[in-house]
């Protein structure tokens, strides 16, 4: 699963990355650490407005909810959707069938590995593009009580690449992270083409990103800790435990 992301980058960076514009009123700053049980909004492009990058809040909150406390609820267990059933999934079923998918921008996530009785925080980026995109579906729930429409997204997850197996060794899941090259084969454009099937859907979903392609090193545990902030650039410097020394599976 994937419950922790950065994107730290700067907003003309993000801009220009999906030749898309951020609202005038965002004030985007780099995120360094964001941990989904905040729900915080994130600058996401959508099949339907792919010319803007909207800031929509983490955790889907399904159409279907009828009250404020229903949509508390049910977000938290929609951080995260299995591409395998989104088609399938009442939460899920209703975005994915009206093609409301997104790309997720992340300059990278963050996973934990099992030894034991202890958990070693990782971070893991790509090798070949700064900025990658997660796929993504996107709601609007209408609260009943203001009238507002609440716009919200999951991010997609699939079964885990040898790295993220080794990484993630509990779940052996990772996000559904799409290729970009612009002089080839493009799983993000394809995502957010009007005329992509169930099928051509589940396919490119069900495509992990090639381990060779990503880099993996191990964080202090300072992600998790009480006492100090965790949305700061310090969060992903590198450290080391003599328990993983002999690992050479989970660093890349």
């Keep these: 699963m994937c419950y922790h992301k950065s994107l730290d980058v700067s907003a003309p960076e993000l801009e220009v990355r999906y030749a898309a514009a951020l609202p005038p009123t965002a004030n985007f700053q780099p995120i360094y650490h964001a941990n989904a049980y905040q729900f915080p909004a994130w600058p996401i492009v959508t099949r339907q407005e792919p010319g803007k990058l909207q800031l929509i809040q983490w ?11 229903d949509a508390a609820d049910i977000r938290t267990k929609t951080i995260n959707a299995r591409a395998e059933t989104i088609y399938d999934k009442p939460s899920y079923r209703t975005a994915a069938q009206k093609g409301q998918r997104c790309l997720i921008p992340v300059t990278g996530f963050y996973e934990w590995h099992t030894k034991g009785s ?18 993504g579906l996107w709601d609007e729930w209408p609260d009943p009580e203001t009238g507002e429409l609440v716009r919200t997204y999951t991010l997609l997850t699939t079964e885990a690449n040898p790295l993220l197996a080794a990484i993630h060794n509990t779940k052996k899941r990772m996000p559904c992270v799409l290729t970009h090259l612009p002089d ?26 090639p381990a060779e ?11 998790t800790s009480r006492t100090e902030p965790s949305d700061v650039p310090e969060v992903m410097e590198p450290a080391t435990y003599p328990e993983l020394s002999n690992n050479t599976q989970l660093f890349a």
């Design 184 to 209: 080839g084969a493009d799983a993000e454009q394809a995502w957010l083409h009007d005329d992509l099937t169930e099928a051509d859907a589940l396919a490119l979903l069900m495509q992990p990103y």
């Design 59 to 69: 955790g889907l909150i399904p159409r279907w909810a009828k009250t404020a406390d």
């Design 118 to 135: 202890k958990k070693f925080p990782f971070y893991i980026t790509a090798k070949d593009q700064k900025i990658m995109s997660i796929a």
């Design 213 to 223: 392609r990503m880099h993996s090193y191990s964080i202090s545990k300072r992600i």
